[in-house]
């Protein structure tokens, strides 16, 4: 499966170089001197800790400290001595607040790797076991001290091993290898210019080998100069508007829609007509709602939002592409967690959609690879033990008979609470089916009784796994090469009430993935809420 990834793209040499200033460590000229004779890059002092990507740094004393105490060969320890050379010493994996998205997207690949390809170079326990812990910590803190500096460079280290046996042969130069990871912020119209209007060897690659990638780079081309001309009207508050509607606001939501492409022609008229309303609805759509034609507060409020945020959106969302693979041949299911929605591909074409409910916000659904290999049929719930303590304890001490009326049982005890499970059942919150992927979150695919949230445009609403609107669809697909289960035999074990594993004949890699901005198989440009504030905390690092 090492093919799988072998394009994977670990973001960006999007960000270019600023003045000089002062750094947070010193040098001299004979080690600069030194590490040009050695193939090394030199120390990059334009890297402050006002324009830098991280705004932890560490000393060039301790990384020497972790070469010697780790027997580090020298290939590898004039790399690392390298890659921290040419951002001045400035963490790549951490900032005071915690994991870059960096960091948790090589560890994906990372962690596939070790666990489907069973590539043991990479295996390291006690590196698996602070990953786990720190990408489970929403709110993690940060310090260049430490485990935090220990994890820091251990981190680099099997990144650069990562990219010597994983990437083809002379694509990843080591200066290239060394912007992969953002360093430096950069004002997003200069970002944009460079990436449209100068020759990288690396962007070009992504291109070629990655279609999401370069869709959305069209369309970079498109909002650049909408920007650089000052962004388009903003759109005065008004009450709901529909065709046959007459306002002067309807005149400036033509021009705006004009600008973007969802409205043809120059008819600026007050007049809501047939033109517009279409137009209204190719917004709506690219926007995840409904497509009703009617232009309410809301979507007046997502017309204004400003050209420039809209530029930085699609830039953060092209740095995340390189992080993905490329689409491989046969099957494949993404889910893509802003747009609720899951994606099932076969051979690089679209087999079909299914509506899904992500995790709420403080149960994030975590973005990660993995391979679906086995169905559960009328399963059980183990619930998980967060959920133990904050909601069944508290209606245990209230109702006496809480457990019987859900149709649970306590099964032992662990860490001074009770384990519970649910028994399978038409209340079971897992529904009649569920579908797993081996992962370090506990996340899977799973059936719910709670149905009428399907028809929400924004379904945000689970404790982190992820629900499906047509499970039976999922199962009958996923078991569609397996003669013995039949559509009957698939209906009757999930309703059975009895717990039955069934394994795939051929696991099917999942991708799940953190998109608020990318083009539709319809040409679209879509757009979606950051439901998790990922971008808004990329934003601060990426962009002056």
């Not at 002067?248 to 809501?272: C, F, H, W």
Request: with cysteine; proline share 5%; charged share 25%.
């Amino acid at each position: 499966m090492k093919t799988f990834f072998i394009y994977a793209a670990l973001a960006g040499s999007l960000l270019a170089s600023c003045q000089n200033t002062s750094a947070p460590d010193s040098s001299n000229n004979e080690d600069e001197k030194s590490a040009a004779k050695k193939g090394m890059t030199k120390r990059d002092y334009s890297i402050t800790k006002t324009n830098s990507y991280s705004d932890l740094f560490l000393d060039s004393a301790v990384m020497e400290k972790h070469i010697a105490s780790k027997g580090l060969d020298d290939s590898i320890a004039r790399r690392l001595r390298s890659f921290y050379n040419s951002r001045n010493y400035g963490f790549a994996w951490f900032t005071s607040s915690g994991l870059t998205e960096q960091a948790r997207a090589f560890w994906n690949l990372h962690d596939y790797v070790t666990t489907y390809d069973n590539d043991t170079s990479l295996r390291d326990k006690n590196l698996q076991k602070k990953m786990d812990a720190y990408i489970a910590e929403e709110s993690l803190k940060a310090s260049a001290s430490g485990n935090f500096i220990q994890t820091e460079l251990t981190l680099t280290q099997h990144f650069i091993k990562y990219i010597l046996s994983n990437y083809e042969k002379g694509f990843i130069k080591r200066k290239e290898m060394e912007r992969f990871i953002p360093y430096k912020k950069q004002d997003p119209l200069a970002m944009a210019d460079s990436l449209l209007n100068k020759k990288h060897k690396d962007n070009k690659y992504f291109e070629d080998v990655h279609e999401p990638y370069r869709l959305l780079k069209q369309q970079l081309a498109k909002y650049y100069p909408i920007v650089q001309a000052g962004g388009w009207p903003q759109i005065p508050t008004a009450k709901s508007l529909k065709k046959g509607s007459s306002s002067p606001t309807v005149a400036v939501i033509k021009k705006r829609l004009q600008l973007t492409g969802e409205m043809p022609g120059t008819d600026t008229s007050q007049v809501y007509n047939d033109t517009l309303e279409n137009a209204v609805r190719i917004f709506q759509k690219e926007l995840g709602y409904t497509p009703n034609g009617i232009v309410n507060a809301q979507l007046i409020k997502d017309m204004n939002v400003p050209a420039e945020k809209r530029l930085s959106q699609i830039l953060m969302n092209m740095d995340r592409m390189r992080w993905m693979p490329t689409e491989p041949a046969g099957q494949l299911i993404v889910v893509n967690i802003p747009e609720f929605v899951l994606h099932v591909y076969e051979n690089k074409k679209k087999a079909f959609d299914m509506n899904v409910v992500v995790g709420k916000e403080g149960h994030n659904t975590i973005s990660f690879s993995g391979d679906l290999s086995t169905i559960v049929f009328s399963p059980y719930w183990n619930v998980p033990p967060s959920i133990v303590k904050s909601e069944i304890l508290p209606k245990m001490a209230s109702n006496s008979n809480y457990l019987e009326s859900q149709n649970m049982e306590q099964t032992g005890t662990e860490g001074g609470l009770p384990v519970i499970r649910q028994k399978p059942g038409d209340k079971n919150s897992l529904g009649k089916v569920k579908f797993l992927f081996p992962n370090s979150f506990n996340i899977y695919f799973h059936d719910t009784p709670a149905k009428s949230l399907f028809s929400q445009d924004k379904r945000a609403y689970s404790h982190g796994c992820i629900r499906l609107a047509e499970p039976e669809k999922m199962a009958q697909y996923l078991l569609s090469n397996n003669q013995e289960w039949t559509p009957d035999k698939i209906n009757e074990a999930m309703n059975a009430g009895e717990e039955k594993y069934v394994k795939l004949k051929k696991a099917i890699p999942v991708i799940i993935t953190y998109y608020t901005a990318w083009v539709g198989e319809d040409g679209l440009l879509n757009f979606r809420d950051d439901i998790y504030q990922h971008d808004k905390d990329l934003l601060g690092k990426m962009f002056l």
